[in-house]
């Protein structure tokens, strides 16, 4: 049997790395570190190269080890068809218009087939009020949707 695969985008190695000490960034931080001690090792791990590109052009503690956290991670390729999936997520408003950033995270994790998308961006990903868009426009272009959830989520059994 295959071992599950998730993507991470960039919201999980920036909350690895933040240095914050309100409440949720502590919260975030210490589920963050521990999925990756505890859970990371049973799944197929994967990012991408705009991963890296969002915290290369960040500015914040921490950057070079959230850097180096992606760099152990096979990285998925952004296609035609990932940039083309992402543009219909935003023209049927399921993603934000814009650089798209989130559109282009979940049309990576839905073009590869991933299983988990993995996201403490409970805005426009782990959004239960998006799903059934999500999943609508996904069933329509003939493409999975993989379970989005946040790292205190994602356990294996």
Known sequence: MSRKTVYIETSVPSAYVDRRDDVVSQFQRHQTRLWWRTE??????HSSELVRLELENGS???KTLAIRLMDRLDSLPVTDEV????KVYQE???MPRGEGGDAFHLAL???HEVDYLLTWNCRHLANTNKIQH???I????GLMTPVILTPPMLARE
């Open 60 to 62: 914040f503690p921490g």
């Open 40 to 45: 990371r090792t049973g799944f197929a791990v």
């Open 92 to 94: 049927h408003l399921v």
């Open 109 to 111: 994790a839905c073009v």
């Open 138 to 141: 996904n069933l329509r272009l």
């Open 83 to 86: 940039i083309g999936v992402a």
């Open 134 to 136: 999500i999943q609508a």
